[in-house]
């Protein structure tokens, strides 16, 4: 694919860079000021120097072609001449009012707006963009660090690409030094990521589109991490292998690296983004200042990284609008694990001494004797006094020791602490709240096999063993996950009664001992509740010498589970179900989504967990002849419009929408040569969704007409907006009329658009606040646009025309 004439090449770019820093280009760049050529010399490093010349460009819509000419003029007559020219200034001309008393317009002829140049040529049938419902290549294992699809063959190599994709003979540069600082902080971080997107299954897709649409990621690996079949560990493993291979290839790894932070903060995952900040400075590795302030992706300015790796266009499915966001869990890492765990231990340790002194203090006080705390004991647990010893308090705690250890100390424990142990309660309370921390965090695979080691099985003639078989998805999920499915299931008291976990590897395997009365009551309640466990992915659970299958086969697949739980009306099936991996938008055999299903059921809570899980939630759509409109769409309906268009399909318009829906539906019309006409209605269009769409809006070569009202842009999409359309040389008629919050803070962008665009012939911007300054501002611009045929605005500016 082509890069535009209207933005530099990496090539370019760090040409233009290295003249500046020499002092070769100051003197042929007039619109280029000496505090910003000082800035680019005084950068911290090249990717800041640049960086702040990309932002030039963007103020300065002539500058990239001044920059051309002085580059050209400088490396000498061989030079190619590039093809574009700065806009040239037409001459002054007179205005005159149309006659028009609403809305007042300028003109040199009367006539109406439906009236067009001649149209260009019908183009030929574009292409449809399909829906594939192949399943993707099999995700490589964290471990390889390469991805063939889109990394060059040599590690060490960067790639730059001419302007129709193909590799230059001089393009292979080796990298400076071994690998970059990115990388290693990437590659050294791959576990982790790997492991907190899987533990976070409805965020994986988001993280997706977000790389995506930024085009940090190429198509191929974008559809792969997007279907849902793989696993959530294998959708993850795909999508960081794939970002860790752009990073080792790319020409400016920190700024794939920032897309990253930026990515991970806007989906919620700021603790992780920290973490990669953090290690990069450590490996000496530049972090944007901004980024440290963990802004949203509107705080800035998103221009799409030139993955060299692979070229291509950004078209990504975003499920969902932005304020349906799923809950984010920030998990531990395998070595924060161990660490949590080893301190928990030590906590522990030292609360249990306490403990067993403060009981021999109030038993020498002849406050209480062990035998009332044994019976005590016993009648918590419901078992038997003769079970336990109670000759001194290190024989009753020994005894005891089968109901509790440092992972389950809220139950016997805390009893015995509420009862007789006032002095220690605030300690055993605030070490219960860390055990709950570490529960939330923490990966049963991780606590696996640092349990086993530090927590050995206990059994007793008071306890009998319970072994729950699980689906291996539930590696991914945490302890905190585990007790909430054990309190769904089984009443809060016998919850309660829960310790030594074991966990086994294989399928997740997990040991725990009851006490010897409750195991009846607990096959009865799991008898009863057969089907519901089945669904959340448990294989078999043991009671003792007592075997109840749950699932006949370990499968991976949890969307028919998802279908059933909605159907049954169980928003807590539905949540756990979202959180191992269940597809929210996968269709029943009639097919309808969850969403639509819960919808059916008047199931509103759960039609709601959906939503934020990533679920859609179906629009209107209408067809005539020659245009679609749709009434909130979902990001699915979107692309099976786009599919079914034909070449009489002209005109798209989007009511009631959201700005993601804005943007992929733009981003995926915008290619399509046949659309003349795009109307938003009643949907809020984004500086953010304008600037990603930017490249798109300017290149377009078949847009006439863009209708954004009412109530739809407010100054920074306006001002974004007109940044795109100063060189585009299509689109003849802008709407952006009943949108009180345009003001006069956008007129001098505007007023710049009527400066540099000579194909704009109508721009309505009537029931704005636009104040008279702004319209005089507007006016000024006039004076040499010799194509504007009527500037549409409301009745009160009349008089500035006189």
């Not at 078992?383 to 809220?410: A, M, Q, R, T």
């Not at 007789?420 to 991780?446: M, R």
């Not at 294989?539 to 279908?563: Q, T, Y």
Request: charged content about 20%; overall charge negative; glycine content about 4%.
């Amino acid at each position: 694919m082509g890069i535009p004439d209207d933005r530099p090449k990496v090539s370019e770019l760090i040409e233009f860079h290295e003249l500046l820093i020499k002092g070769q280009l100051e003197e042929s760049l007039p619109l280029l000021d000496a505090d910003t050529i000082r800035k680019i010399r005084n950068a911290i490093n090249d990717h800041e120097g640049m960086s702040l010349l990309i932002r030039a460009f963007e103020e300065h819509p002539t500058l990239l072609h001044e920059m051309r000419v002085a580059t050209g003029k400088i490396k000498g007559s061989s030079q190619k001449t590039l093809k574009s020219s700065p806009p040239v200034a037409p001459k002054p001309r007179s205005l005159s009012q149309s006659g028009q008393s609403q809305p007042v317009s300028t003109a040199k002829k009367q006539r109406p707006l439906s009236q067009t140049t001649q149209p260009p040529p019908t183009a030929p049938k574009p292409h449809r963009p399909s829906i594939t419902k192949k399943p993707p290549p099999t995700a490589p294992k964290p471990s390889q660090s390469q991805d063939s699809s889109s990394a060059p063959h040599d590690p060490t190599a960067t790639v730059l690409l001419d302007e129709e994709g193909k590799k230059e003979p001089s393009s292979f540069k080796p990298m400076e030094g071994s690998m970059s600082p990115e990388y290693i902080t990437m590659k050294e971080m791959l576990a982790d990521l790997v492991d907190l997107l899987a533990g976070n299954a409805p965020v994986i897709s988001r993280l997706n589109n977000h790389l995506f649409s930024l085009a940090v990621i190429p198509q191929d690996v974008h559809n792969a991490v997007a279907n849902p079949y793989p696993t959530p560990n294998e959708r993850a493993t795909r999508l960081i292998n794939s970002l860790l291979t752009i990073i080792q290839a790319h020409s400016d790894p920190n700024s794939v690296f920032s897309f990253l932070i930026m990515s991970l903060q806007k989906v919620g995952l700021n603790n992780m983004a920290s973490k990669l900040m953090e290690k990069l400075k450590m490996k000496c590795g530049h972090v944007d200042p901004n980024l440290e302030q963990q802004p949203s992706v509107s705080e800035g300015l998103l221009q799409p990284v030139d993955v060299t790796a692979q070229s291509h266009t950004p078209q990504p499915t975003i499920a969902g609008s932005q304020s349906s966001t799923p809950t984010v869990i920030e998990l531990s890492s395998k070595s924060e694990v161990a660490a949590n765990m080893k301190s928990l231990h030590s906590r522990f340790a030292s609360l249990n001494a306490k403990m067993r002194g403060e009981i021999v203090k109030i038993v020498q006080k002849g406050e209480v004797e062990f035998i009332d705390i044994a019976r005590s004991a016993a009648a918590y647990l419901s078992i038997e006094v003769s079970s336990l010893k109670y000759g001194n308090v290190d024989e009753l705690f020994d005894s005891l020791k089968p109901h509790y250890d440092f992972f389950n100390c809220d139950g016997v424990l805390k009893h015995l602490t509420d009862t007789y142990l006032s002095n220690t309660q605030t300690e055993l309370t605030e070490y219960i709240d860390s055990v709950d921390e570490f529960s939330e965090s923490s990966q049963l695979k991780h606590i696996r096999s640092v349990i086993d080691k530090e927590a050995p099985f206990l059994d007793s003639p008071t306890t009998k063993p319970i072994v729950i078989k699980l689906n291996g998805r539930w590696d991914e999920m945490t302890i905190k996950n585990f007790k909430s499915v054990l309190q769904y299931y089984f009443e809060p008291e016998i919850k309660n009664l829960f310790s030594h976990i074991s966990i086994k590897k294989g399928s997740v395997v997990i040991t725990l001992l009851i006490p010897t009365s409750l195991s009846q009551s607990l096959i009865d309640a799991i008898n009863n509740k057969t089907n519901s466990m089945s669904r959340l992915g448990m294989l078999e659970v043991a009671v003792g010498n007592k075997v109840i299958p749950i699932k006949r086969k370990d499968d991976n697949n949890f969307d028919v589970s998802l279908h059933e739980s909605v159907k049954a009306g169980d928003s807590f099936e539905v949540s756990m179900l979202l959180q191992l991996g269940a597809d929210p938008n996968s269709k029943d055999e009639r097919g309808k989504s969850a969403v639509e299903i819960a919808k059916e059921g008047g199931h509103t809570q759960i039609k709601e967990i959906l939503l934020t899980g990533g679920g859609e939630e179906t629009g209107e759509v209408k067809w005539t002849w020659y245009d679609v409109s749709l009434t909130k769409p979902s990001a699915g309906q979107c692309q099976e419009v786009i599919s079914q268009l034909t070449d009489s399909h002209q005109n798209i318009y989007l009511y009631h929408s959201s700005p993601d829906i804005v943007y992929l539906l733009m981003s995926l019309a915008l290619d399509i040569k046949t659309i003349k006409i795009i109307r938003i209605h009643n949907t809020k269009i984004t500086k953010d969704v304008i600037l990603l769409l930017s490249h798109k809006i300017t290149n377009n070569t078949s847009l006439e007409t863009l209708w954004i009202s009412p109530d739809s842009i407010n100054d920074d999409g306006v001002i974004a907006l007109t940044q795109s359309l100063i060189n585009n040389k299509t689109i003849t008629y802008l709407y952006l009329q009943d949108n009180p919050d345009i003001t006069s803070t956008s007129a001098q962008s505007l007023a710049k658009l009527l400066l540099y665009n000579h194909t704009l012939s109508a721009l309505s911007l009537y029931h704005t606040n636009i104040d008279t300054d702004g319209v005089l501002v507007l006016m000024e611009s006039l004076r040499t646009n010799n194509t504007l045929r009527i500037l549409a605005l409301d009745n009160k500016h009349k008089q500035t025309f006189y």
